[in-house]
């Protein structure tokens, strides 16, 4: 009842002042997307609103069923191109399986993803590790050519040895291998970690601690573009999930050059850093402050959920002259990617929310439910939805993440 008095005032709503313009009434998106006019929504009275108290209910206007795309801008079409669909690729109902940490290895064809690393449907905590799996996109490639509905490809566990717990964050490949960083689990570090992509998946530990001390619980990773650099974030979401002992650093970002041994702090004064991302000239960084989502602390909608974007010295590359980039409406900002045109993706709490270089929200990726990350690889852009996976097919490519 109170979904479709809902629905019936964003009925009137859209109806009313979707005359009002009509500047694009003429633009064709892919099958099954929608456009939203920011236009048409700017002024929509008190009842309209009630609907959205919390930023855990998506923005789905045309009440379209999810998934689906939204169009906030036309430049958005360049984008997803002019047949862009999303399906499901993977299911696995009851597992968050696929959570983050993609790391896409081109050559095999595969993509590698973790599971979430706490919560009732991941199966791990302060006993227990999450798991790492691989998808082969080549399967997934086969199976969507033969139907054009929704398939589900068996994803393979990687056994992966004991000095990787909690993996959350993944980039590369970083000179063929697959680079992680871990969140630690109980007392057993966090760390950065560098894997095998091929059996046995033997790994190599980078680095484990800040001058003797072990970071809080690593989030997520970059390599910075042109070097072997590695940054990473490291909030404290291992003792706010109960899985690590209380921080004994600040939530902030690191720099790490394997190649000295050298560690510092390069960026300060978040809530939750999370997500990291530069552009391929990397002249600029993005982090995520993903602040609003305090693990059991609970929400707080006064706290940020805001993508940061920074200068890189070209000298210290350490990080300067923050700005804000985008506040998301839905849920936070977790993982980040940047596309070879520039436009930044961020998985947010109702899918993939997509701005371009200037900060303009272009488009969505709706899938009404988290997605913390989502990688590019030769089929398209894959998005983790903790107990599924999704592929879209859009045109647009990922900016080059590897190091050689
Ligand atoms: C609508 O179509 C006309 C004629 O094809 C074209 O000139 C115009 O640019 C289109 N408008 C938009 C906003 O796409
Ligand atoms: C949000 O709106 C719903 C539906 O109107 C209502 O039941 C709920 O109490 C509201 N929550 C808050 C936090 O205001
Ligand atoms: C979106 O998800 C919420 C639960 O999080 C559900 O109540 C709602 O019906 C879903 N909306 C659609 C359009 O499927
Ligand atoms: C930890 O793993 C054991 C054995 O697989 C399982 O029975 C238990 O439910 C898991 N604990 C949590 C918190 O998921
Ligand atoms: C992926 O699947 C294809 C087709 O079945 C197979 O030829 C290939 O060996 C698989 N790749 C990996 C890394 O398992
Ligand atoms: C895995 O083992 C091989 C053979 O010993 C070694 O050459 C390689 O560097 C190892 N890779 C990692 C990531 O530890
Ligand atoms: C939410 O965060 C603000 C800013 O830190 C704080 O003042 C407030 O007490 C928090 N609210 C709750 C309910 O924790």
Redesign the pocket.
Known sequence: MKKSAAGAILAVAFATVSKASTGNSNLTVPPGAVYIDPLMYDVVGASYTKWRNLSSVGFNPTNTVPPFIQVFDPSFLEVTGPSATIRQIASNPGFSFAHEAPIYVPDLNVLFFSNTGSGPLSYSGWYNNSVVSMINMTEVDMALASTTGDVNIQVETVNLPDTLQMVNGGTGPYKGDLLFVTSGRALLPPSVVLVNPNPPYNATVLLDNFLGRQFNSLNDVKILPGTDIIYFTDPSYGYLSGFRPEPMLPSQVYRFDPSTGQVRMVADQFVHPNGIAFTPDGTTAFITDSGMGGGS??T?Q??PSTIYQYDVDPLMQSFKNRRVFAYIDSGLPDGIQLDTMGNVYSGCGEGTHVWNAQGTLIGKFYLNSTSAQMMFTKSGLVILNEEAMYLVNIQAQGIDLAAS
């Open positions: 602390l609970g707080n006064t706290l």
